[in-house]
């Protein structure tokens, strides 16, 4: 009987790709204990690892998918940047977000955004607000005066300094400006616990009452005034 020889053709048949989601598995580092999700497809031509550039591959060309390397050393297994740490936000991100708090009243959101000891000067005020409590709670006051119709709108804030931003602004009612609105203010920030926060803040507030030339002349008199008697001025 003659020889019969078989021969295995192997022939290539349509897949579907399918997704395996693999249980997230903890990495342990000095300081933090980060967990990652990975995902392997079943066709190689579309196959997606997340931060697979972050681990060794172990593959042979007959390998459906990629394996991970049960070899791994500490120094091949880093976490995104995303979540080893993430930025300061800028002075005047923070400004912003100060900003937005009291034109939504939500008051809970500007907390973490004022230091414990922060001093804050609203100069139609005598004296100026210190610590946070008492920021809040003129604020608190402040924002159950007024409608909600009235809002703060930023014209220009400066973004150069991560210390120490200066802000001009106005009221404005339903998106229309309030009249004697204008005003400019001052912060400083400091990090604090790993987060900015501002230590310092100024307000000054267009007058309704414009005296024009007649504040020179009131310099000019109360600086005679100064010169005839010094002594005046350890009343201020």
Avoid at 6 to 21: A, C, D, H, L, R
Wanted: net charge negative; hydrophobic share 40%.
């Amino acid at each position: 009987m003659a020889a019969m020889t078989i021969i295995m053709i192997s022939i290539p048949t349509t897949t579907t790709t399918t997704t395996n989601s693999i249980a997230p598995f903890p990495l342990s580092s000095s300081s933090s204990t980060f967990n990652f999700n990975y995902f392997t497809t079943g066709s190689r031509t579309s196959t997606h690892i997340e931060y697979i550039d972050r681990f060794s591959l172990r593959s042979t060309p007959t390998d459906s998918n990629p394996v991970l390397s049960s070899t791994l050393s500490e120094t091949e297994i880093s976490p995104p940047p995303s979540v080893v740490s993430s930025s300061l936000d800028s002075a005047s991100d923070v400004v912003r977000r100060f900003y937005d708090g009291i034109n939504s009243r939500n008051l809970s959101s500007v907390v973490d955004l004022i230091a414990e000891d922060c001093v804050y000067e609203d100069l139609v005020f005598p004296q100026p607000f210190i610590g946070r409590k008492a920021i809040l709670e003129f604020f608190e006051k402040f924002i159950y005066t007024i409608s909600q119709d009235l809002q703060f709108a930023i014209d220009d804030i400066s973004g150069e300094d991560t210390s120490a931003i200066g802000v001009t602004w106005h009221l404005e009612w339903k998106g229309k400006p309030f009249p004697f609105s204008k005003g400019c203010s001052f912060y400083r920030l400091e990090v604090v616990n790993g987060q900015r926060k501002i230590i310092y803040g100024r307000d000054i507030v267009e007058p309704a009452v414009k005296p024009g030339d007649l504040a020179l002349v009131a310099i000019r008199g109360v600086t005679w005034l100064l010169q005839q008697f010094p002594q005046l001025a350890d009343r201020f």
